[in-house]
């Protein structure tokens, strides 16, 4: 339906200039308009309210969405040039009610019209901000003149607007394809070398687009950056081990880890969202990762007294946490209310769970090694969440290990063993991570913990065994029928 009334207005647009169609390139710029103002209305409202909507580009690159290039430079670049645009409104006072109540369309097109493709410009609300195109560009003079500066690239800065720009990384998926494969297709289009700590991690030039790859399309490669990367990689997980993803989805560590099994052993990939197992699921199957069992699951709910995890030899644990080190990747440096501080409330709230889900990790018998990360920048979830497990870790056995040692960025000096955890940076790295590895000390656990956890298994066993005894003396009662 909606699609429907956007052709209808593309007919309207086109009756109402000179009665000539449009051309394929102004069809595509309207329609990519159009899509650039949905994406850019839910982000706006999710940044209002202060309500997770996902990435930026993970609202552009769903299915609903079909000119996905074009609609993620113009959402890009619309919320860069935001605070322009807002004051040049402002200044102009042009708007009628009724493009108010669109006011991310005229936030897109007064881009177009001062930034961008002013000649692709077609339909009822693009002719009508054009008719003020005098007006506009006037109160964009004065802006200008009060703020002191030339031109908009100076404008740009006094906002303190500017681009923080990563190179593009992805991931060759060796349970498809192996690395020197991947390197000379990649070659004959791009410019690209190998990273020199992640195997397998390919590194091109910022910007650089593989979404449609084919590659990454089957799944041979995976778009993932480098820290993340890093991650499956500290845990190093062995061929024929069992490991349980603590907290799976999308995927993406997943079946690295896959990938670094070679397809072998087990991975129990928990999920507790059904929307994200589904994602997690899709991942999966596109990786082609095997020896991956999802499970639908809180991973509280997951008992280390549980005989089916009693084999379980590694954790990957990379909780819910602020997303404050990823500003580059989801781009909310680009949103209204984007602060290097975050709110101190909910940032102890996730630190509270994170403590939760590491103290849970530490407590299965048989794990040997367990990986702690998040892709976060703060001290309360990263290396005060580690301070607070130490005792207890070392009460299992468990102690720091250093991971990557040729990296130069450690942990805040908080505790004696931060130079074993690792940090990116997010103005050197341009990702902030926090990694931490724990490893217990020989393979097996103390024995006190051996003890109880064997006493609590035995228990639960006398316990099943009297609910079947009373069962049957209740049935030979005749208290069952």
């Known amino acids: 339906m909606a699609r429907k009334k956007v052709q209808g207005d593309i007919k309207l647009a086109a009756k109402n200039t000179n009665q000539k169609r449009l051309s394929n390139a102004e069809r595509s710029a309207y329609f990519a308009r159009r899509e650039a103002t949905k994406v850019l209305r839910t982000i706006l409202q999710g940044d209002t309210w202060r309500r997770a909507v996902g990435s930026i580009k993970s609202l552009v690159y769903s299915p609903s969405v079909r000119n996905k290039r074009a609609t993620y430079a113009l959402v890009c670049q619309t919320l860069k040039y935001l605070p322009v645009i807002k004051d040049v409104f402002h200044t102009a006072n042009v708007l009628s009610n009724k493009w108010k109540r669109q006011e991310e369309l005229m936030y897109i097109i007064l881009y177009d019209i001062l930034f961008g493709q002013e000649a692709l410009l077609a339909g009822d609300a693009e002719k009508f901000l054009l008719q003020k195109k005098d007006v506009l560009q006037a109160a964009l003079a004065k802006l200008l003149k009060r703020k002191k500066v030339k031109h908009v690239s100076d404008l740009m800065k006094s906002y303190k607007i500017s681009d923080l720009l990563k190179p593009r990384y992805a991931r060759v998926n060796t349970l498809k394809m192996d690395i020197e494969s991947a390197l000379l297709e990649f070659k004959k289009q791009y410019e690209v070398c190998q990273d020199a700590m992640v195997s397998g991690l390919l590194i091109f030039p910022p910007r650089t687009d593989l979404h449609d790859h084919p590659l990454v399309k089957s799944g041979s490669v995976f778009l993932q950056g480098k820290a993340s990367s890093m991650v499956a990689v500290a845990l190093g997980p062995k061929p024929r081990w069992e490991v ?48 991956v069992k999802v499970k639908h699951a809180d991973f509280f709910n997951m008992s280390p007294e549980d005989p089916a995890y009693s084999k379980v030899q590694a954790i990957l644990l990379d909780p819910s946490c602020s997303g404050s080190g990823t500003a580059v990747d989801r ?17 102890e709230k996730l ?32 290396e005060d969440v580690i301070k607070s497990v130490l005792p207890l870790a070392s009460s299992y056995g468990f102690e720091l290990t250093t991971i990557f040692p040729q990296w130069p960025r450690r942990g805040h000096p908080i505790f004696d063993g931060s130079q074993h955890v690792l940090r990116t940076d997010l103005i050197e790295d341009k990702e ?39 069962f049957f003396l209740l049935r030979t009662l005749g208290l069952f029928l």
């Open 244 to 291: 349980i993803d603590a907290c799976a989805a999308p995927g993406n560590k997943t079946v690295h880890l896959a990938a670094l099994m070679k397809g072998n052993g087990k991975i129990i990939a928990c999920e507790l969202n059904k929307e994200r197992v589904k994602r997690l699921k899709n991942t999966i199957e596109l990786a082609g990762a095997t020896n």
């Open 331 to 347: 781009l909310d440096h680009l949103l209204p209310s984007y602060t290097a501080d975050s709110d101190l409330n909910r940032l």
């Open 351 to 382: 630190a509270a769970f994170q403590r939760k889900a590491l103290e849970h990790a530490l407590s299965f018998p048989a794990v040997e090694r367990i990986v702690y990360s998040t892709c976060s920048i703060n001290q309360v979830e990263n």
């Open 432 to 470: 902030g991570f926090f990694i931490a590895l724990f490893v217990r000390k020989g393979v097996s656990p103390p024995a006190k913990h051996n003890r109880d956890v064997g006493n609590r298994l035995l228990a639960l066993q006398r316990r099943k065994k009297r609910k079947i005894n009373s």
